[in-house]
Nanobody, 123 residues
């Protein structure tokens, strides 16, 4: 199994920035993509961004396109989410996850999940 540890969450004012990190360990050889999801209270967990380990190809939810950037460091088995121009609606618990698919954005296509890190954006 894969163990995932998120870090970098916190409180920020609207318009500010945060960078989240997700360090993966364990049996990572079968993971072809990683993604970030978020869940606000009373809402469904939603896809945010995804990345291919091999090529570094990325894909995003429309709501964060142009503001968030997902990247990876293969040597460190770490994925990052740079969040700029944060908005109050970005407030959520952010989770990283792994997938055996090359491209994935559905929650059901991700097998291992981190415990999440809280991001709060004040207005």
């Amino acid at each position: 199994q894969v163990q995932l540890v998120e870090s970098g969450g916190g409180l920020v004012q609207a318009g500010g920035s945060l960078r989240l990190s997700c360090a993966a360990s364990g049996r990572t050889f079968s993971n072809y993509a990683m993604g970030w999801f978020r869940q606000a209270p009373g809402k469904k967990r939603a896809f945010v961004a995804g990345i291919s380990w091999s090529r570094g190809s990325t894909w995003y939810a429309d709501s964060v396109e142009g503001r968030f950037t997902i990247s990876r460091d293969n040597a460190k088995n770490t994925v990052y989410l740079q969040m700029n121009n944060l908005k109050p609606e970005d407030t959520a618990v952010y989770y990283c996850a792994t997938s055996s698919l090359i491209y994935a954005r559905r929650e059901s296509d991700f097998g291992s999940w981190g415990q999440g890190t809280q991001v709060t954006v004040s207005s």
